[in-house]
């Protein structure tokens, strides 16, 4: 289904005056006829069928504000979308379709929009149901937050994950006649890339893991790369909603940690690997400084040590400079041996 625009001209004010103008002269037909009697039998049924028939151009009013759509069918068959704001006649027998209407997206920019039929009475008595006007399709910008998922990573670890995607309708007839409702179709295909993509990451970076697909294990994680990630959960969305006249601007990662059961054990995980990591640091850093000390010793020729001595010396720079605590020096006042 590939989407027509809407061509007729605004012509909804002048359309309306004309109705106005019509009931006026109806008004003044019927008092005429009535003044003249009898003589003035085709005023009065010309009167009579402007106030039964004068309100169906009234059907054919469409006002649109900018960034919004109607899609239009007469008979069931497609006529066209409007896209441009203004206030247009078109077929009054033409119906605003919009199977989307009463589906609430999470903070959607459609979430609040009401979806009560409008009904309008006139003077006549009639009642109109205004419901089209409820029937547009919104072509702002939308965000949709489908909230947080527990999936397992590519190891098997739970993670719990939430994204944030933004998108907009593009082409407003494959949004209404190539799925049933665009708003559900959006939703399940995001809770469906985003699993296709977690899967392949690991949360943290771990060995042997490709997440590129080019067969070399790489340092991707869902931690580390949440740009990355981001961008193909984007790309995977896009590539499945296309055919429902959808574009999707941004996806996001809103929330991410391991599920509640691993939580705490990968916590303490985590901790020990930071405690490791600080420990080679420092270890590192006392064996460079006291290799740095014995060479200054030496250069200066302050003292002689041979290797025992050294390696007393060493012994006691290493605990002071690795320890947890601060150094209590004790001071000799004899000799080694």
Not at 27 to 39: C, Q
Not at 83 to 95: A, H, L, Q, R
Not at 125 to 130: A, C, P, S
Request: proline share 3%; charged share 20%; glycine share 8%.
């Amino acid at each position: 289904m590939n989407e027509k625009i809407y061509t007729n001209k605004k012509n909804g004010m002048a359309v309306l005056i004309g109705v106005i103008l019509a009931y006026i002269c109806a008004f003044f037909f019927l008092i005429a006829g009535s003044a003249l009697g009898g003589a003035a039998g085709l005023l009065i049924l010309l009167a009579i069928l402007i106030f039964f028939f004068g309100w169906i151009p009234l059907l054919g009013l469409k006002v649109l504000k900018p960034q919004e759509a109607l899609v239009l069918t007469l008979f069931g068959n497609y006529k066209g979308s409007i896209k441009e704001p203004g206030f247009y006649f078109v077929n009054p027998f033409c119906s605003a379709v919009n199977p989307a209407a009463g589906t609430k997206l999470a903070q959607s920019g459609e979430s609040a929009a009401k979806t009560d039929p409008i009904n309008v009475a006139l003077t006549t008595g009639t009642t109109v149901n205004m419901s089209a006007y409820n029937k547009k399709i919104s072509l702002k910008a939308m965000t949709l937050n489908n909230g947080r998922q527990k999936i397992n990573d590519c190891l098997g670890n739970p993670v719990e994950i939430g994204i944030a995607v933004i998108w907009k309708v593009t082409d407003t007839a494959k949004a209404v006649f190539n799925v049933d409702n665009y708003k559900e179709y959006l939703s399940l295909q995001c809770d469906s890339a985003l699993r296709n993509i977690v899967r392949i990451y690991p949360y943290d970076v771990a060995t042997d893991v490709d997440t590129t697909g080019d067969g070399r294990a790489d340092e991707g994680s869902l931690r580390g790369s949440a740009e990355l990630v981001a961008e193909r959960i984007k790309d995977e969305i896009q590539s499945k909603v296309t055919n429902a006249g959808l574009e999707i601007i941004e996806a996001r990662i809103t929330y991410l940690a391991y599920a509640p059961e691993i939580a705490s054990v990968m916590l303490q995980r985590q901790q020990a690997s930071a405690i490791i990591d600080a420990r080679k640091m420092i270890v590192d850093g006392a064996v460079g400084m006291v290799e740095m000390a014995l060479e200054r010793l030496n250069e200066k020729d302050i003292v002689n040590l041979d290797e025992e001595r050294k390696a007393a010396m060493v012994s006691n720079l290493l605990v002071v400079l690795c320890g947890n605590h601060d150094a209590q020096p004790v001071v000799n006042s004899g000799s080694l041996y």
